[in-house]
């Protein structure tokens, strides 16, 4: 039982996280930086929201690594798609 | 019995062998890396489309962040109520399940609704007068290819839900076919995450 009220406990605090990562995402849009600086800080930031919502809420934190490889292999190909691409997306 | 042992024995003790109960997980981890590479090559391809063309609208301008915002804060909610029906299942407590499976399928049915007024807002007022229209510029299309096919993600999420909630209602479905449920549901939450950056923030 105190395990189950210590996760309950986390799922909340993770929730004030992704609210406040959200806040400052759309704060941060507001400031006027220079365009690279805020596509990196953007992208950053989704990601790291992206990752809490998979390691506590999908539970891959506490599940077996097979399905973490699972969910690392598309994000890999992406990864690989967006570097192919990039010969057609900066032509010389 | 013992011949198991040892095979057991062999394994690696960090990692057990995946058993019986996580072949669902599996299963649906499976699905969700198909589902994430579609969503990765519509995400990839609008930034593509985008860094080639020559003129842009500002998204923020155009489409406009606060009504994206409490959507984006609405499907975070959503998930958090989802594992919180989750837990109270695996304490066996049907009560809390069904109040927080219920705001959970609500939550995702607000989703939709305003997504329905923002795309009716877009397409009968915010458009027109920017002189855009979905498959007359790639601003417009990506941005309701990206969305739509995001909104029927949702849509599903809602009905699937709604089933899981009234299997578990007949006794049919255990915890475990909720936390595969809840896997659905969280991954549309998390492209929604990306899709609310790389789509309305840049």
Same mark, same amino acid.
């Given at each position: 039982?105190?395990? $189950?009220?210590?996760?309950?406990?986390?799922?909340? *605090? !993770?929730?004030? !996280?992704?609210?406040? &990562?959200?806040?400052?995402?759309?704060?941060?849009?507001? &400031?006027?930086?220079?365009?690279?600086?805020?596509?990196?800080? &953007?992208?950053?930031?989704?990601?790291? *929201?992206?990752?809490?919502?998979?390691?506590?809420?999908?539970?891959? *934190?506490?599940?077996? *690594?097979?399905? $973490?490889?699972?969910?690392?292999?598309?994000?890999?190909?992406?990864?690989?798609?967006?570097?192919?691409?990039?010969?057609?997306?900066?032509?010389? | 019995?013992?011949?198991?042992?040892?095979?057991?024995?062999?394994?690696?003790? +960090?990692?057990?062998?995946?058993?019986?109960?996580? @072949?669902? #997980?599996?299963?649906? @981890?499976?699905?969700?890396?198909?589902?994430?590479?579609?969503?990765?090559?519509?995400?990839?391809?609008?930034?593509?489309?985008?860094?080639?063309?020559?003129?842009?609208?500002?998204?923020?301008?155009?489409?406009?962040?606060?009504?994206? +915002?409490?959507?984006?804060?609405?499907?975070?909610?959503? %998930?958090?109520?989802?594992?919180?029906?989750?837990?109270?299942?695996?304490?066996?407590?049907?009560?809390?399940?069904? #109040?927080?499976? %219920?705001?959970?399928?609500?939550?995702?049915?607000?989703?939709?609704?305003?997504?329905?007024?923002? @795309?009716?807002?877009?397409?009968?007022?915010?458009?027109?007068?920017?002189?855009? +229209?979905?498959? #007359?510029?790639?601003?417009?299309?990506?941005?309701?290819?990206?969305?739509?096919?995001?909104?029927?993600?949702?849509?599903?999420?809602?009905?699937?839900?709604?089933?899981?909630?009234? +299997?578990?209602?007949?006794?049919?479905?255990?915890?475990?076919?909720?936390?595969?449920?809840?896997?659905? @549901?969280?991954?549309?939450?998390?492209?929604?995450?990306?899709?609310?950056?790389?789509?309305?923030?840049?």
């Amino acid at each position: 039982m105190a395990t $189950t009220a210590h996760s309950h406990h986390n799922y909340i *605090k !993770i929730f004030i !996280i992704l609210s406040v &990562l959200t806040a400052v995402e759309i704060a941060i849009t507001l &400031l006027g930086l220079p365009r690279t600086l805020l596509v990196a800080m &953007l992208v950053g930031l989704a990601v790291w *929201k992206a990752a809490l919502v998979a390691l506590h809420f999908m539970h891959l *934190k506490i599940e077996k *690594k097979t399905l $973490t490889l699972v969910a690392i292999v598309p994000f890999v190909l992406c990864i690989f798609l967006s570097l192919m691409l990039l010969p057609d997306v900066y032509p010389r | 019995m013992s011949e198991a042992v040892a095979v057991h024995g062999a394994v690696d003790p +960090a990692e057990t062998p995946l058993t019986p109960e996580n @072949w669902g #997980k599996l299963g649906m @981890w499976l699905f969700l890396a198909g589902d994430a590479m579609s969503f990765g090559g519509l995400i990839v391809a609008y930034g593509a489309l985008r860094h080639h063309s020559k003129s842009w609208p500002v998204p923020a301008e155009v489409l406009g962040i606060n009504l994206t +915002a409490l959507m984006t804060f609405l499907l975070i909610v959503s %998930s958090v109520t989802m594992v919180l029906a989750l837990a109270g299942l695996q304490d066996g407590d049907k009560p809390r399940f069904k #109040k927080f499976m %219920s705001l959970t399928i609500l939550g995702g049915a607000i989703f939709l609704g305003l997504q329905a007024y923002e @795309w009716t807002h877009l397409i009968g007022h915010t458009l027109p007068h920017y002189n855009l +229209a979905f498959s #007359k510029d790639l601003f417009a299309t990506t941005f309701f290819v990206l969305t739509g096919f995001h909104g029927m993600h949702v849509t599903g999420g809602v009905i699937y839900n709604s089933c899981v909630l009234a +299997a578990v209602n007949r006794g049919r479905y255990q915890a475990k076919h909720v936390e595969i449920a809840g896997l659905y @549901w969280h991954f549309v939450d998390l492209v929604w995450i990306l899709i609310f950056t790389f789509v309305y923030l840049l």
